[in-house]
């Protein structure tokens, strides 16, 4: 059966994450209930990184077999409509390999986190991003986050940062890449690794925000890194302002949204030592 490469964008308020579960609607499930519909026999369709609940999606990776050989474009155009009134779209569909795997093959994955700060609660942005309303100290200290970020970077014990209930093998992880930029009404921060711990992005900007704050010094985080204790960081920023936005593959070709040039070292995998989770 020919396999086919996806292009994601989904808006993970609908659903339970992007892994199919019982109790709730996934992506996974969405979009293997369309290809059913469209091929007529049961697909399994697997990802570059499962998102949590609440977790939004510029360009997630995925990969599926059909067992019909359309033109991609065929199979883009059938899926988003069979994906219909899901909030899911097929951006791109592409022929690949037969030994292509969205989640195996994949050497990077990048991570949006969008900040919006104002008094007024947020209207059409309700659920796309994390609103922090200005204290009294004003707006967050980007450059002090950015200075914190620092701390953060290269291989390291990740588990002051990472969820009670990870799963992963070890908490040891390489992160590439984590930039704090201010924007128009607020702050982005984006993140680049081979893989993350469970939350890892999350409790990161949870203690950077802490940062920005003046509530933490920046060079505290490095304090907070080599304790190894998830209580000494700050909280779990909501998900709603996280995006998967892109993946990394063997060829050096970012798939995904263009949301900034990648750490040095990214395209040729010099500076990740992580296996894919």
Not at 21 to 39: I, R, W
Not at 86 to 91: G, Q, S, Y
Not at 248 to 268: H, I, K, Q, T
């Amino acid at each position: 059966m020919p396999r086919f490469r996806l292009i994601l964008e989904y808006d993970g308020a609908a659903f339970v994450g992007w892994q199919r579960q019982d109790n709730g609607d996934s992506v996974q499930a969405a979009l293997e209930a369309a290809a059913l519909a469209y091929s007529g026999g049961a697909v399994q369709v697997l990802a570059s990184g499962r998102t949590d609940s609440g977790v939004h999606a510029l360009a997630q990776v995925a990969h599926l077999d059909l067992p019909r050989d359309d033109p991609p474009q065929t199979v883009r155009n059938a899926l988003n409509a069979h994906l219909k009134p899901a909030p899911v779209a097929v951006l791109d569909c592409q022929p690949v390999a037969d030994d292509f795997h969205a989640r195996f093959s994949c050497l990077g994955r990048c991570y949006l986190y969008r900040i919006l700060e104002r008094p007024a609660p947020l209207v059409l942005a309700r659920g796309r991003a994390w609103w922090v309303p200005p204290g009294r100290g004003g707006r967050l200290d980007a450059e002090a986050m950015a200075e914190a970020a620092t701390h953060l970077l290269g291989r390291h014990d990740f588990t002051s940062f990472r969820a009670s209930q990870c799963q992963a093998d070890s908490p040891l992880r390489t992160l590439d890449g984590l930039s704090v930029r201010a924007v128009e009404g607020g702050l982005e921060i984006r993140a680049w690794a081979r893989s993350f711990l469970h939350h890892q992005v999350r409790n990161m900007v949870g203690t950077l925000k802490l940062v920005g704050q003046g509530k933490l010094a920046p060079g505290e985080v490095a304090i907070i890194l080599a304790a190894r204790d998830r209580a000494r960081a700050g909280p779990t920023a909501p998900p709603e302002g996280l995006y998967f936005a892109g993946a990394l593959y063997p060829d050096a070709a970012l798939v995904g949204a263009d949301f900034g040039a990648p750490p040095p070292g990214w395209a040729d995998g010099k500076s990740r030592a992580d296996s894919s989770r």
